[in-house]
């Protein structure tokens, strides 16, 4: 079946330790997203990506880091310069066209310790 | 950057009641998508809107897209526990592709007997 995968589901990080969030999809989608989402809050743009490395800042980008070397995987790591890492993250993946929807991944929720 | 004001943030509306949440843009809307999530959970698409004056119906949620006011409003009719969760829109932030797509603020709907 063809989708989106996150992983892990759950992720505990000590305080000033870097951490990588997994986000896989074999839809063969270009474009690839990263957001954050804070509890009875929206979602925040961190890092887009709309072709295999090539990557650009969203709303959000300070404290975090992506890379795009293969179309099936962008992965989000957040550095210890993110002040307050503790947050659900969702990845989504989209073909590069207006009207197309993007499918998300089921999320990673990260604590810091 | 776009920015995609959501109201009401949260709404409490008994069953067999019928609801509606707005949608507005601080920028030009070339289209516009509607998810819900489940607390905790990635976002499940609804509907994709790109014409003004478009609407489009699914069992009982209905979604409309006013260019002109930079706004979409989506109604649902006679509400069920099923319909409860977190209610997000999202649009692209340009016409020239993909590019940039980020979400409102969400708003929580919560259903009561």
């Known amino acids: 079946d063809g989708g989106i995968t996150q992983s892990p589901k759950y992720l505990f990080r000590k305080e000033g330790q870097n951490v990588t969030l997994s986000c896989e999809q074999n839809?063969?989608?270009?474009?690839m997203y990263w957001y954050r989402q804070d509890p009875g809050q929206g979602l925040r743009l961190i890092y887009y990506?709309?072709?295999?490395?090539?990557?650009q800042k969203g709303d959000i980008a300070e404290g975090y880091s992506v890379s795009r070397e293969k179309k099936e995987s962008f992965p989000l790591t957040v550095t210890s310069a993110q002040k307050n890492p503790t947050a659900f993250y969702l990845c989504?993946?989209?073909?590069?066209?207006?009207?197309?929807?993007?499918?998300f991944g089921q999320g990673t929720r990260l604590t810091v310790v | 950057s776009q920015e995609l004001e959501q109201s009401p943030q949260s709404l409490i509306v008994q069953e067999g009641k019928n609801l509606t949440i707005n949608c507005t843009s601080s920028k030009t809307l070339y289209g516009l998508y509607w998810y819900k999530q489940k607390y905790g959970e990635g976002l499940i698409f609804l509907m994709m809107?790109?014409?003004?004056?478009e609407e489009k119906s699914h069992e009982k949620i209905t979604a409309k897209l006013d260019e002109k006011k930079q706004q979409s409003s989506l109604h649902i009719t006679a509400s069920q526990p099923s319909h409860a969760g977190i209610y997000l829109c999202?649009?692209?932030?340009?016409?020239?592709?993909?590019?940039?797509?980020?979400f409102g603020t969400g708003t929580r709907l919560t259903i009561i007997p």
């Open positions: 999202g649009a692209h932030q340009s016409n020239f592709g993909n590019e940039k797509l980020t």
């Open positions: 809107l790109q014409k003004g004056g």
């Open positions: 989504a993946s989209s073909i590069p066209l207006r009207n197309t929807e993007a499918f």
């Open positions: 990506s709309q072709i295999v490395n090539d990557f």
């Open positions: 839809l063969n989608h270009d474009a």
